[in-house]
C-alpha cells in the first residue's frame, strides 16, 4: 500500500471533487494521507471558468485525481494532456480500472460477481429478484445484471421506472414476484426522497432491500456492498502516481469492500445469520 517508486521530479496531486459528500471528503483524506502537496478543489458552476484556468496550468509533473462525473468533465476540457485518474465514476458491472491515453478511470461499480456471492451468502433462500431501474441512465446495467443473476441461477425480474411517478405502479407489479429488491446505482430509484417508499414496501411485504450504499442500510435496507472511500481515493491517486513513473512501479493494492448491515431490519424481516457470518460485517447498524 505505499507510494509508488517516482523518479526524480517534482510530485503534487490535484484533486478535484464534484461536491463535498462524505464519500468524496472520505476519498480526500485517503489521498492526502499520501503524504504528497495536495491542492483540494471542488466543482462549483459559478467559478468552473476559474477552476479551468488552474487546472490548465497543472503541469505533467503532477496529477489530477477528480472525484465524481461533475469533476471527471471538468477535468477533461480544461486539463486535456495532464495526468488524470476519473474516481468514483459510474461505470458497467465488471469493468475494472481503465487506462486510456492519459487518463485512467476507476468505476465506483463494485464487480456484480462480488456482489452476486454475498447475495448468496446473505439471503440464500432468495432465487427472484427484482431490479427497479430508468430505462434512459440504466437500460443496459440492468440487462447486464439481469444476464448476471441469470448465470449465478436467480431468475430476474426486471421493472422499468421512467420517473419518480412510475415508481408506486412498479413496486405493486412487484408484489409476490420477488424475494429480494436488488439495487442498481439509479439516481431516478434511489433518489433520497424515494428511501420511505421502498423501505415501507420491503417491510410491509417481508422483501429484504438490498441497497445501493451504506446511507441506506443506515436508513433500513438490509445490508450493501460499498467501498472504504478513503481507502479508494489512496488506491486511485496511486494509480496516478504510477503512471507518473511510467508504469514501472508495482501496481497499488485494490481498495477495501466494506460490507454493512442493519441489525435491526434483518430482525424485522426475520433473517438471521450465522456467528461466522457475523464476523465478516464491517459495519452494523442497530
Known sequence: MGLPVLPAMAQKLVVLASGDTPPYQAALGGIQKLGLPTESLQVNPDHDSALSGMLATTGRDA?????????????????????????????????????????????????????????????????????????????????????????????PVLEPVSGPTALPNALNRLTNRVDVLYALPDTTVYAREHSRALLLFSFRHQIPLVGPTEAWVKAGALYALDWDYGDLGRYCASLGLRQLAGGKAPMPAPPRMRVVVNARSAEQLRIKWDAETKTSFDKVYE
Open 63 to 155: 496529477v489530477i485525481v477528480t472525484l465524481g462525473a461533475a469533476a471527471a468533465t471538468l477535468a477533461s476540457k480544461a486539463a486535456p494532456a495532464a495526468p488524470v485518474v476519473n474516481c468514483m465514476v459510474l461505470g458497467h458491472d465488471g469493468d475494472e480500472s481503465k487506462l486510456s491515453g492519459n487518463v485512467i478511470s476507476v468505476p465506483l461499480d463494485i464487480p456484480v460477481e462480488t456482489r452476486l456471492d454475498w447475495l448468496k451468502r446473505l439471503l440464500p433462500n432468495a432465487r427472484n429478484v427484482g431490479i427497479l431501474f430508468d430505462p434512459a441512465q440504466n437500460d443496459k446495467r440492468a440487462a447486464d445484471g439481469a444476464a448476471a443473476l441469470k448465470r449465478a441461477g436467480f431468475t
